[in-house]
Each structure stands twice: as structure tokens, then as C-alpha cells.
């Protein structure tokens, strides 16, 4: 790792005060110029250069490596925190460093105004490495087998947290409890009533004779279950990060969307036509001409699309082209939707040139799910040619199901709700009064919100391995209520009624 | 430990021989099922690293199991997308961890590797010292005492014994009297220690193939892979061990283990003539009173009809002088010829010297390799 040479120093300067003359409002951001096998050794440990050692980032480096041998490259890599750290590769051109620059800002930008980032740690880099030494110490008393099996058990749960909590502040409660005994009614402080955009799950009452079912499930692991000072601090330590990275993946499109949206910009000036102004008051573009060329194959690449997967940096980015758009045009109301001539829409403008004032809304405040549900227009689906494909058992193939607008959109936003991850509740921890915990899934119905058999029963013997009694879950496979226990020997899975909703 | 702190990256290699470790364990586990993967072993090529490509190691999450997601390009409903792969199934039953994701990891075993978790727990049933070239080792053994030797070998009990019994030669104590007494130099003792050779069984193995016409593909695959695994196997737990190969059809013929490995199909099948080949190298080249004779025996079992009496027959005869008769037959699907059930018919299922197995797919040759090899508990 070095420090930038003097060209791409001033090449940074000046994209900087660029991206600031656009109204990007991001963290100082620290460019560290690395190798490409750095490169690789960073995305391994997703970006952190001091992380806890893993066997699954040793996993992720194979096969990043196997990847980058394979000719796929690792552009750009930055890390949410106060500075901001990004890295490039020493051996790429000019151009390229340009564009990763500016695609970089706007993602720092986007971490410092998104309000769901807005409770992220912004110290993270100095946490990581305090989560490191503090494994490093438990593995020196426990011994490497013992905590590595523990942390793959508290992977296993970590995405159970309360994805729509991410806007509670959390520093009222200590981040990692080094102390047993935290009584249930002891909640931690410091958490509002009523939140107005999501609000929380609390309990109206405090009634310490009604178990109140709860999301972050982590977090009631570590204050109740009966751990071993070391575990309990792991466990703290792995719910920490896994919030540290739930407002990136409930804005993964908007994210890549908003940072390609901006490094376009910047690499090719102002477009009069989609301003809809002229002359002087332009900026130029970052590129010259010659580099434009190298710039347009570099920027394909980024924007390919794929038939089985959505590429979130040309869905995101064309989706806030598209509001731009709609928005300098005022392509939105009542009169626009009650519009029937084909002609008039086509030829719709009413010069509110709202487009980027609008943008720099939308992506403080939507995540992926909200941002697709707002925006994502019939006329946006078509010309995108956005599908849902399911796999079809009789045939072994995966096929095109729908290509509906309505039904695609539904689908897309149903996807990325809760960050693509099941709702699951722990709604009691003295189940038959035993002390056994019971967990409910929150199963709306359909065949594509079932678990996946063989990782829930695996999931349930790694909750085991915390809760140290017998655990339950209870889900809805192939529209039968059934319920998946696991008492430490074996699981057993035993239908249910499903009460009528 | 905490010496590189926040300068320079940390090295990942730890890390990444912590995941071959552990990918490597989960081979060991499920050996089985990752030998008989296509291509992972490669007959006649010792001393080579084998490759095996395994999935991912997905960490259990409670997770949708659905194959639905979102696409874009052009096409219109009911249009293919690409096969799915094997296990992309939802709801299948699956193990977390051995689905295949996108992209395989190819992990190096070396074949010392493989060969040890191919388990201490087989042996060779029913070996016993025999003959007269028998190849001898030899083994350590503690006995008697010494008196030079390191200190770490002192014997205390016998220094003090000494020590004591001097006190009481030279008159300054009485028997049964307690008293300070200290051993000096030459009262001291020191376990001594010997090699003596060791018998060890030598072992001679026949490995007899059915190449006719009816073993097809994939039964010779199943077939080969099953005795490559017992052969690597004998190379590395067995010194003493001498391997004849036989292929045979309506005629058998010793053939060199590379022969062996690669011939594939011919004519007819008689399973006598392999048999009369055993008994014929029996009496001329190896004798029973100084061998342990072993036969592996692969066959789908589509012998002859008229053979079939000739062959058990022979069987019969070749009986007393095997430790081990090993009758692998190899049914893919379950159903072919008859003639496991004929030879069980005469000997019975509980014989002492004889062990049938039945394979009918790769996730099989676990089971008939453990079949052959296990402990008499």
C-alpha cells in the first residue's frame, strides 16, 4: 500500500472539487494505491485491510483469485468510514483511475447522506481491527478449533437482526457486553418511542411476564443466552458488523446505481440535452477526447447486463437517469398518468428541470425495495426488458415466468425486501417451559418464501450451539405449517396447523 | 501476532490453509462421494496430487430456497434460460455446504494425503504370519537394565535398590533398617531397550476383472475405480504385499497392472476360467502355506448359465487356501445377471472367507470397499 504518486494526486484534486461543484457531499476520502494482489487480499476481507482472521476470507480469497485469474477485475473497493478509505490498483491507466475516483466519491457521498447509514459505525476501520485483537486474544486462551467453530455458528444467525432497526441508535448500549447478566427488562437506553419511518418493535408496556417477540434475535442471543464471556463477546462483536453492513446490502442497486450515474457525469460533462439548457454554464467533461474512447469500452463492461442475474450498477443507474428525466420533464402527477394521447406523452416537457434536485432526494431516503417500488414505471420495464425467471423442475431449465410489468416489479421489490433475507421472530424463550426457544418465521404464503431445507435445519443445530437448549422453528413448507426442532441429537420436523391469517 | 498492525497488509495465507484444511476434512468426510467424482483419480499415475474440485462451503443461514430472481434481456414468457445444475433444485434434500455453487475450488490431496483418511480402519480380514519370505521389520522393545544409558532412562527403583543393597554389603546398614543413604555413580541403572525383528504378513492379492462384452462403461468405470481405491490403499498400509492382475472373459490372462487398468471390454463370460486361472498360479507359482491369498473379484454378473456350475465348483476348491474371497458385483440400476445370487445360494451369506457386495451406483463403493475391509469386531 502507498500513498497516490503526484498525478493521480492532482488527477484526484480536481475530480474532487468537480464532484463538490455537483452538490456531492462526501467524507474526506483516503485513496491508498495498492497491487492487484493486494487488490484481491482486501476484497477477500470485504475492503478491511485489518480484519479477524477466518478461514472463510481464505475461502473468498481462492475464489477471488480463481476469478481474477480468469480475467474478471476488481475495480473499486471503499470502505464506509470517517475518512472514507478506497483503494486503486497501481497498474491500471489513467482513465480508468478517473473513472474509479469518481465512482468512488459518489458512493462516499451516498454513505454520508443516505439516512440508512446514518447509525453505521463510521469508525469501522478502528473496530475491525479492535475485533481482530480481541479474537486474536480469545483464540490464544481457547484455542483456534474452539473460536472458529463458534464464529461459523454466529455467522450462521447473523443475518437474524432487525434490518428496519438500522435507523435506532445503538450507541446507548454498549456494542460488545463483556458482562453476564443483562436482565431482560434492563432494555438499552437511549431508543425513541415512535420512529417515523420505521417504526420500532418495542413493547408498549413493559410486562416482564409477556415475552415480546423480537427481529434482532442476535441481540437477544447475547444478552440471555447462557455464553461463556468469550462467546458472548464474538457473538456481540459478529451482530456489530453484520448492522455495519445491512444498509449496504438494503441499498446495493441505489448504491452502485447513484455512484455509476455520477462517474458518467463527471467523465462526460454536463449533457445540454438532458438539461435542457445551453451554453457557458456547462461543466466540461473529466476525459479529453481521446480517452473517451477507452473510457466508453471500460464503462460497458461495468454496464452488462446478464440474463440470469440484474446487474445493480446499470439497474440503479438507469433507473436515476430515468427520474432524472421524468423530473426535468415533469413526467409524474395526476396529469401525466391521466394522459391518454401517445403523441402528448412522447412529447411531454414542462421544463421543471427538477431532475437532479430530485436525485439527491431519492438517495437520501429510499432503499433498494422503496426506490424500485416508487420508481420503477411500465414504460421503464419495457424498454429495459426486466423479467422474473423461476426454475422449472420438469424441464431442468430456468425460464422467463413473467414479463408483466406489475408482476415483475412486485416480484423485484419482494426480493429485496428485508434485503432479500426470511423475517424470523424469536417469540418465545421458555417454549413448553422449558427454556426452549422457539422462533417463527413470518411466511407470506407462497412456494418462493420457503427456507431451504437442509441450511434451516443446519441453521437451527448452529442456534443450538449458542442457545444450548432445544431450539424451534416454525415456517411454512409447500403450504403445510411445520415445525423444525432440533433438541442436540437430532432434528425432527413435525407438521403444524397454520393459524388462519 | 500483532506485529504488522495497521501498516501493510496481513498475510492471508493462514487463512487460506485454515479453508484447505477444512475443505480437506470435509473430503475425508464424504470420501466417497468425492473419489468416484470423474476424473479425480487417475489409474497408474502414482505419486501424483489429485484434484479435487469441490463446492463452496456455504455457512447455514435460515434462507429463501427459491430458484426465482430477476433477469434483463430480451425474451418473452416460457423462454429457456440455461440448464440448471444438478442441486440447484430448490427444497431438494440438501446439506448446506454441498451445494455447487458457480464456481468450483480445486483443492490439491497429495496421495499420502488420500490414502490415510482412506482410513486406519480397514484391514485385511483374516491375515495371519505366513512363509517362509516373510519381510520383517522391526520393532522396539524395553527390556533389562544397564549401567550406562541417559539419564531420561534412569530407572529410580533399581538406582535405590542398588544403592541400598551396597549400604548393606559394606556393613553400614541392617536389613529392614531405614536410613539416609544416596546412590552414587555406579549404583545407577538404566532401562535398556532392543529391536527384534517382527513377522509380518505377507499377503498376495489377486485383483480378477470380468471384461466381457456385457461390462459395459459404466460398470467398468465403477468397477476400476473400486479396485484402484483398495489397491492404493494396500500400497500404503501393506509392505509384504504381491498384486497379480487377471482380466478374464470366456478366457483369463495375468496381465500388468497398467493392463489391467485400461483394458476394457471383449467377448463372452465365463467366470470359471478366472477362477482356474487363481488355482493354477496357486499351484505352480505361490504356495497357500506361505501366502495370505486374497481375491478381489469383479463382475456385473452375467455369467454363462452352463458355467455356473463349473465355476462354483472351482470356487469350492479355491476356497481353503483364500483368506479372502471378495465377490464385487457391479449392477448399475440394481438388475443383472444372476450369478451373485447362484454363488450365495451355494455358500451362504455368512461364510467365513467369503464377502459379497453389490454396487450399483459411485455412492456404493464406500460401502462394498467397507464390506470387503472391515474389522471381524
Redesign the interface.
Known sequence: MAALTPELESMRASLEATARSYGLDFFDTVFELVSPHEMLVLAAREGFPTRYEHWRFGMEYRKIKGMHDLGSKIYEMVINNDPAVAYLINDNDAVTQKMVMAHVYAHVDFFKNSMHFQRTNRKMLNEMAAHRDAIRGHVRQQGLETVDGFIDSCLSLDNLIDMQALHLPREGMPARIRQHGQKRDERPAGIPELDWWHPPEKPKEEDPEVFVPQRDIMLFLVEHAPLEDWERDILAMMREESYYYAPQRLTKIMNEGWATYWHTTLMRGEDPAALGRTGESLRPPALDFQEADLYAHLHSRVASTSKRTLNPYKLGYDLFRDIEERWNRGMFGREWEECSSAEELAAWDKHLDQGREFILHVRESYTDAGFLSAFLTRDFCRRKQLYLYDFNERSGQYEITETEWQAVKGGLVRSLTNAGEPIIRVTDDNHRNRTELYLSHEHPGPKGFDLRPGYAQDTLKALHRVWRRPVHLETIREGEGLLISYDGNSVTETEREVPLA | ??DEE?????D?G?????????VKGKIKQHLGKYLTKPGVLVPGENNKKYKFTIP??D??????????????????????????QPG????E?????DQPGE?G?EVDVTLEELVEWMSEEWELPNIQPKGKKNIESEDFHLHGLRRTGPRAMMSRRRTFKEAYFREIATGRAKPGQQMGFYPIKRDRRFRSWTYEPQPVESALIFFLRDYSGSMDDKKTTLLRTTDWILDLWLSAYYKGVERVYILHDTEAKVVSQEEYYKTSVNGGTEISSGYAKVLELLEKDYDPTDWNVYLFQGTDGDNYNSDNDNALSLAEKLLPSLNLLALNVIQPGGHGGGFREVFLGRFGAEHKVMRTALTTSDDDIEQTIKSFLKRKS
Do not use: C, V, Y
Not at chain 2, 93 to 97: H, K, S, V
Open positions: 501476532m500483532g495497521n501498516f501493510g497488509l496481513p492471508i493462514a487463512e487460506e490453509r485454515r479453508f484447505q484444511d477444512i463452496e462451503i455457512l447455514p443461514r435460515f434462507r429463501f430456497g427459491s430458484g426465482q430472481g430477476a433477469g434483463q434481456g430480451s425474451g418473452g414468457k416460457g423462454d429457456s434460460l440455461g440448464p440448471g440447484d433444485e430448490p427444497g434434500g440438501d446439506e448446506a455446504g464456481h475450488l
